[in-house]
């Protein structure tokens, strides 16, 4: 049975992404209606549109030496075409077009006064709309055949079973019962009741479904000539929208199923308005009326985004993280600039990268550890910079330390690598070679003795002088490239000679001692870690030991030598960041970590750059797996794909709290949350609770609060522990049941592993070296509780609160060339992405 938490899942989903597909590129037949707009209020670039609103002012301000065109548009149509520097309406904008061949084009659809023009902020586009619109085209392609096993290159149409039963490697597109195109993307899809799904493998198949796909479209299948024919008709415009809203409106009963925390009465007005747009477009395409349609077809849109967050339940407790990678032209300017940013977009946390291209972001006595600070950063400590700011927003800050890889091929600084000063630690491939991969890494030997205490000893410098709330181990592993096998250096061959009788040189895959082969080399990875775990905790008990590491546990001993499974089932790490990048791959590879890490330790998923859509649709996901939480790679990436303005306002707009930055806090916010729950099941069902069980839950939440008020997390482990055992001893509504322990499992977790005590007795040893800790948390004490009011109060954020000396930390704001240099810029950004 497909659970309704799952099918809730994609509900939720299919929402998120809807309005960010637009329909297809131009196909034999179509004419072009749609323009990409450059920029909003701001210097109109040539060979591009730019569009200006009355936020400009009262006029565009374009120069009459710029040539350009401008349309006037007032509610929606075309008011003029004539002159320059025009007004701009107070119901409308002016879009201007630069550049002979563009103006030419759209000079070339001879609007006039009364055509329709619509701009799609979202999207960036801007739609021309007069007597000749025709839009509409087909767009045909192969298909295999019928409910069979999915094989290379190949499409397939599974209209029987339950679910497709596919792996993650393909792409699939769902229609639904009408023939729209209901969903675009993931595998193992749902099989609609009167629908089907088109399954693709292999990358020009998928390619071949995804150009010809697009949400809405009418599909038909051809069985004799095995195609399937994807269409854009004035019945597409509102069948789109009819999806839509059929799935607005599932949302909104799977969420009371659940007993989601919404505010159904809004979720209601909004149906409703949806309702009478669908309506209103449904009769002007009646009336022949297709820009009558497209205008409530936009409007439609722009509201079912805007109303994303009613229909999505959102946790008051979430590591919400994100790698940063500073720059060596870093100041402190800069870096507030950047955490204000962080902030702003919905984060609770940030990894900050330690060493990168072979230096350090912190000024380090590199006769003694042989790191060197970036000589770019002329002295600036970076890393002390961060850290002050971060607490003083109350971001929690990781020490993102990337172990073994200490260098690569194109570092600025071969000189200051450590790979150049102590060539002989170097791991050694079977072939001979040091250099890892494309990027020619270069990783320090697990194996050495040296190896380790150069390591520790530095990490240990690091513990002792920064204030940090975590410390991650990244490259912790031995390195894997294709066709190579590492670890292959005379010390490590003699060490398993000596233990084994055999020579590595000698082994293959096949061969008996190829496991315990591999599972030597692992040995000294652990043993790392367990050691530097032990160190730190030490140092500093309140520290929080992560590691950063491969998400598929079947694949240890076969790529990395990265037993991450043991690391956590042991306790050495108190946290696990699974690098599950991918588009389709969070459900499987972020159950592995999950399942290790129990209630023993935090599981925060990594994710990266695969576009806004897909980053909302993972955010579900990783809710959807019980994890504690995500990480994104990387914030210059996360600034570069415009997810600031598709995410803060959206996925992210309503704040959380870091289950272990401050665990009181926290807990006390879940404490909060569990409170709405009883509330929101009391209002969906009367019956679901007793007096008796609703007083225990509530009782315990204000039990916590109390607690929390005048003392730690910590304190409360037993109070929760006594409501979760008799809650689970009482009989009653199933699914009220799995929601409330599900909340109150969760408090446990957060009193368990905090070590806000510890944290306490750091900062009051170390007061002179970071206090913005504890100002944030008694300052964050005033806003505990996290509800959705609180999510669009933008007054309480930003500069005016940093003016105060205490930004609120449960507040959040809610909102190329081509050819040779595409390649080479798509080039630069994968090698980058590698070497994470």
């Known amino acids: ?107 070339g659809l001879n609007l006039k006064q009364g055509d329709t023009v619509i701009f799609d902020e979202y999207n960036m586009e801007v739609f021309f709309i007069n007597e000749n619109y025709a839009p509409f085209y087909e767009k045909t392609i192969n298909f295999d055949r019928y409910n069979s096993t999915r094989t290379e290159n190949t499409i397939i149409i599974y209209n029987k079973g339950q679910t497709t039963n596919t792996n993650i490697w393909g792409s699939e597109v769902t229609v639904d019962e009408n023939g729209f195109v209901a969903i675009i993307g993931g595998n193992n899809s749902l099989i609609p009741e009167g629908g089907f799904v088109i399954s693709a493998v292999g990358r020009d198949r998928i390619a071949e479904l995804n150009a010809a796909a697009a949400l809405g479209l009418k599909v038909t299948v051809d069985d004799r000539a095995k195609t399937i024919t994807f269409s854009f008709s004035a019945e597409s415009i509102t069948g789109k929208m009819r999806v839509e809203y059929n799935n607005f409106a599932a949302a909104i009963d799977k969420a009371k199923e659940n007993f989601a925390i919404l505010d159904y009465s809004e979720c209601e007005n909004a149906k409703n308005k949806l309702n009478s747009l669908l309506s209103d477009s449904e009769t002007s395409i009646e009336n022949n009326d297709t820009a009558g349609a497209m205008i409530k077809k936009y409007e439609f849109e722009k509201f079912i985004r805007q109303s994303e967050n009613l229909i999505t339940e959102y946790p008051a407790v979430e590591e919400r993280a994100v790698w940063l990678r500073p720059s060596n032209s870093d100041t402190r300017d800069k870096v507030n600039d950047t955490v204000k940013a962080i902030y702003d977009a919905g984060y609770n946390a940030i990894c900050i990268e330690l060493i990168y291209n072979s230096t350090a972001i912190f000024p380090v006595d590199s006769e003694k550890y042989l790191f060197s600070q970036d000589p770019g950063l002329k002295g600036f400590d970076v890393l002390k910079a961060y850290i002050e700011e971060c607490h003083n927003y109350g971001i929690e800050v990781h020490g993102w330390m990337p172990c073994y890889r200490v260098s690569h091929g194109s570092t600025t600084y071969p000189k200051l690598a450590v790979s150049t000063l102590k060539p002989e630690w170097l791991v050694k491939a079977k072939s001979g070679t040091v250099e890892v991969g494309d990027t020619k890494g270069y990783f320090l030997n697990p194996a050495l003795p040296e190896v380790k205490e150069f390591l520790l000893d530095f990490y240990r410098y690091i513990l002792e002088n920064y204030s940090l709330d975590g410390f991650q181990l990244d490259y912790i592993r031995y390195p894997y490239a294709a066709g190579e096998e590492f670890g292959y250096d005379d010390y490590t061959r003699q060490l398993f000679r000596e233990k084994q009788g055999a020579d590595p040189m000698d082994l293959t895959t096949s061969s008996p001692l190829w496991e315990e082969w591999c599972k030597f080399r692992a040995s000294y990875v652990t043993d790392f870690v367990k050691e530097f775990s032990e160190m730190a905790r030490e140092i500093r008990p309140d520290i929080f030991i992560s590691a950063d590491v491969a998400p598929d546990f079947r694949d240890v001993y076969k790529k990395y030598m990265q037993e991450a499974e043991i ?57 959807e797996a019980n994890a504690d939480g995500f990480a994104f790679f990387s914030w210059s990436q996360y600034v570069a794909g415009n997810y600031v303005n598709g995410i803060a306002s959206t996925a992210l707009s309503v704040p959380a709290l870091s289950p272990s ?51 730690f997390a910590e304190d409360c482990v037993n109070i929760i522990k006594t409501a979760l055992d008799s809650l689970n001893d009482i009989s009653f509504d199933e699914k009220a049941k799995e929601v409330l322990v599900s909340d109150i499992s969760k408090a446990l977790k957060i009193a368990t592993l905090s070590k806000d005590k510890a944290k306490r007795e750091y900062y009051e040893e170390n007061q002179s070296g970071d206090e913005s800790a504890e100002e944030s948390r008694e300052d964050s004490e005033t806003g505990g509780e996290v509800s959705r009011n609180e999510s669009d109060d933008s007054s309480q954020t930003g500069n005016s609160d940093k003016e105060k000396g205490k930004p609120k930390t449960a507040i959040i704001i809610g909102s190329a060339l081509i050819g040779i240099l595409l390649a080479i810029t798509l080039i630069f950004i994968i090698k980058r992405r590698k070497q994470k």
């Open 661 to 711: 930055y401050n665990a009181t806090n926290a807990l006390k916010a879940q404490a909060e949350y569990i409170k709405q729950h009883i509330e929101t099941i009391k209002y969906i069902n009367p019956s679901a609770l007793t007096s008796d069980i609703e007083n225990l839950v509530k009782n315990t939440a204000e039990e916590i609060i109390s607690a929390t008020n005048s003392g």
């Open 1 to 107: 049975m497909i659970s309704a938490k799952k099918i809730i899942t994609l509900i939720l989903v299919l929402i998120f992404i809807f309005p960010l597909f637009p329909f297809s590129p131009l196909a034999e037949g179509e004419s072009k209606y749609s323009y990409p707009v450059d920029t909003v209020n701001a210097y109109p670039r040539p060979s591009a549109i730019t569009v200006y609103t009355p936020e400009n002012g009262s006029t565009t301000g374009v120069k009459e030496n710029y040539n350009a065109l401008e349309i006037v548009v007032s509610d929606n149509k075309v008011v003029s075409t004539e002159g320059i520097d025009n007004n701009i309406p107070a119901d409308g904008f002016v879009a201007a077009i630069r550049g002979n061949s563009l103006k030419a084009e759209i000079e």
């Open 567 to 623: 690391w956590l089932t042991e306790g050495y790490i108190d946290m696990a960041f699974p690098m599950a990048y991918g588009t389709n791959v969070i459900p499987l590879y972020s159950s592995f970590t999950v399942e290790a890490a129990g209630d023993r330790a935090y599981s925060y998923i990594g994710v990266s750059d695969y576009g806004v859509d897909v980053f909302k649709r993972q955010i579900v996901e990783t809710r």
